[in-house]
């Protein structure tokens, strides 16, 4: 059973950094491709980033520049790194995985780490 754990969410100032981490666990193989997705209250959940096996990477306007996605193969683990965080990154962030390809959602999910952006 696949199993995706999020951590590294937590209050932060605007203007701050945090690294997420989600590692994936079970499933035996690597995903070809990982991404990060993020929901605000009332608001869909959106594609933050992504990134396949081979490390070519997608990325939301609203974050390039800003935001970096990693991962490391070895330890089936994948990373976020946000600096220059703003009130609007506030959200609770998932991890994603099973995607054939960078701009598309895979099928399975963590259980979300919540973000806070706020002074």
């Known amino acids: 059973q696949v199993q995706l754990v999020e951590s590294g969410g937590e209050l932060v100032q605007p203007g701050g950094s945090l690294r997420l981490s989600c590692a994936a666990s079970?499933?035996?193989?690597?995903?070809?491709?990982m991404g990060w997705y993020r929901q605000a209250p009332g608001k869909q959940r959106e594609l933050v980033a992504a990134?396949?096996?081979?490390?070519?990477?997608n990325y939301a306007d609203s974050v390039k520049g800003r935001f970096t996605i990693s991962r490391d193969n070895v330890k089936n683990t994948m990373y976020l790194q946000m600096n220059s965080l703003k009130p609007e990154d506030t959200a609770v962030y998932y991890c994603?995985?099973?995607?054939?390809?960078?701009?598309?959602?895979?099928?399975?999910w963590g259980q979300g780490t919540q973000v806070t952006v706020s002074s």
């Open positions: 994603n995985a099973g995607s054939s390809t960078i701009w598309a959602t895979g099928g399975y």
């Open positions: 079970g499933s035996g193989f690597r995903f070809y491709v």
């Open positions: 990134i396949t096996i081979g490390g070519s990477t």
